[in-house]
């Protein structure tokens, strides 16, 4: 029997049950089948092998376009194969349309070729016609998995940037409820960006109910001095340390209630407070 259709051992090599008994038959002996198929699979493979379990996100067309130019695709097989409403048969696996024929508008008109030739051509054989196809589809695979680890490199280019560009955690301490409170608990952490800025962000549950607003503070360890960072609204938040503070000395993270009189003064009443442990 002649070939396989290239865009049944595409489907093959995606793994496909697309091929009779006879069809399998003949690809376990015909060695040009067999390699078209292993080059295909291969393709596939790499793709799949660089995937997890989560959903990539489509990359723009551009990637696409590059790649096409890059290949050097003809216009009719670098209609993107990414596209959702493309699906398979824009990634050349469909079969070749049939040519259009001129209207008879459109007909040239005849250039006088001087006498026919009596011997009439040789139609190329089965195998010869199938070759471009053959080329397109394997071109085109390789090509979806160039593009798939396009994305991924990108991807993981992004991810490691932005995990770069955050916070690192430098200290963090347990807020210890103070005998008026003792249903309250709380959390602290101390976070520095790259520029060197840094951060505190509280947690505080189960703190009793009361007209006075809370208040969070930064108490230097003998207790001589103290900071006031700002206010707690809900049940957490996030506060800029001022630079210049040094937290080897004021480390005590201290949340209080505050009544509405005008004094900046810290009233004594404190929910939680806890010493900071430096990573």
């Known amino acids: 029997m002649s070939h396989l259709d290239p865009d049944q051992l595409a489907l093959i090599a995606l793994g496909e049950p697309v091929a009779s008994a006879d069809e399998l038959s003949h690809l376990a002996s015909c ?3 067999k390699d078209d198929v292993a080059a295909m699979a291969h393709a596939v493979v790499v793709a ?3 995937m997890d379990e989560t959903q990539l996100d489509l990359p723009p067309a551009r990637v696409w376009d590059r790649i096409a130019e890059e290949l050097a695709l003809s216009p009719a097989v670098a209609a993107n194969p990414l596209d959702a409403h493309a699906g398979v048969e824009s990634a050349g696996f469909d079969a070749p349309a049939a040519s259009a024929q001129p209207t008879a508008a459109q007909e040239p008109a005849p250039i006088d070729q001087g006498p026919a030739d009596p ?3 040789t139609p190329p054989s089965t195998a010869e016609s199938t070759q471009p196809t053959r080329r397109r589809s394997l071109g085109v695979l390789w090509a979806l998995a160039a593009s798939v680890a396009l994305v991924l490199v990108v991807g993981a280019g992004v991810w490691i940037g932005f995990g770069r560009l955050a916070p ?3 200290a963090t301490a347990a807020l210890e409820a103070f005998p008026s409170h003792p249903e309250a608990t709380g959390t602290a952490e101390v976070a520095e960006g790259r520029d060197g800025t840094r951060t505190l962000k509280v947690t505080l549950d189960g703190d009793a109910e009361a007209d006075e607003y809370r208040e969070v503070w930064l108490i230097r360890n ?7 960072v700002g206010v707690l609204e809900g049940e957490s938040g996030s506060f800029p340390i001022p630079e210049g503070v040094d937290l080897s000395e004021y480390d005590l993270v201290d949340i209080s209630f505050e009544p509405i009189d005008g004094d900046p003064a810290h009233s004594g009443d404190s929910i939680v407070r806890g010493q900071l442990e430096f990573a």
């Open 222 to 228: 003998d207790g001589a001095a103290l900071i006031s």
């Open 48 to 50: 799949r092998s660089t």
């Open 119 to 121: 011997a009439p051509s």
């Open 168 to 170: 690192t955690p430098i």
């Open 31 to 33: 060695r040009q089948c």
